[in-house]
């Protein structure tokens, strides 16, 4: 079993409507939970950060945390061609802090 | 304010021989992480510096690869002798503390042929 499950997509929205990326992991003792964007060929760009249940939001981007159910997942509201990327769940188990697992990502295209 | 700088952006080499890449971390991050993604994997720990100390090298694959932080500053990556498999991005991050999120490289693209 991964550590860090995310659907690999592609996850096809059209503009300005609500895109929702999904991440499951498998250690319950994770502490830290980030979103991370990459387009193709750069580098991985932190979103958001959570570490405790509930909702973050920040501008277009909500985060949501629910630890019972070892679940993750990013909102991207009124969504932009410009959004169009691959998201990465990142995690931070309870062993060890600096280091994180990342899911296999899920690639965003956002219909203009 | 500089961010997370690695060299090369690209390197083509042949089974058996030695490359060295190179990560400068953002100036005052003591904390420096390589990361690797082979061909559609996902992204993998290698290991963790904190200054000059590997703090964490449980994921470096085998002897082949050997990190270096001399004086805290720059690290470097180097496989000797490299294999196919050794191919991938391999990326370079840095961050002020442990539960800080990282900023990362834009990664070297290894091809072993």
């Given at each position: 079993q991964k550590e860090v499950e995310q659907n690999s997509g592609p996850l096809s929205v059209p503009e300005g409507a609500i895109a929702s990326l999904n991440c499951t992991y498998s250690?319950?003792?994770?502490q830290s939970f980030f979103w991370y964007r990459q387009y193709s060929g750069k580098s991985p760009e932190l979103i958001m950060s959570i570490y405790s249940n509930g909702d973050k939001e920040d501008g277009r981007f909500t985060a949501q945390l629910n630890k019972a159910s070892q679940y993750v997942s990013l909102l991207i509201r009124d969504s932009q061609p410009s959004d169009s990327a691959t998201y990465l769940c990142a995690v931070k188990n309870g062993?060890?802090?600096?280091k994180f697992y990342f899911g296999s990502g899920t690639k965003l295209n956002v219909k203009p | 304010e500089a961010g997370v700088t690695q060299f090369p952006s690209h390197s083509v080499i042949e089974k058996g021989q030695t490359v060295t890449l190179r990560c400068d971390p953002i100036s005052g991050h003591d904390n420096l992480y390589w990361y690797r993604r082979v061909m559609g994997k996902e992204i993998k720990f290698l290991l963790h510096f904190v200054k000059e100390s590997k703090q964490d090298e449980s994921g470096m694959p085998n002897n082949r690869f050997l990190a270096e932080r001399t004086g805290g500053t720059y690290s470097t990556l180097k496989v000797q002798?490299?294999?196919?498999?050794?191919?991938g991005v391999y990326f370079c991050a840095s961050s002020e503390g442990a539960n800080y999120g990282y900023t990362f490289g834009s990664g070297t693209r290894l091809t072993v042929v």
């Open positions: 250690d319950r003792g994770s062993n060890n802090f600096n | 002798p490299a294999e196919l498999e050794d191919s």
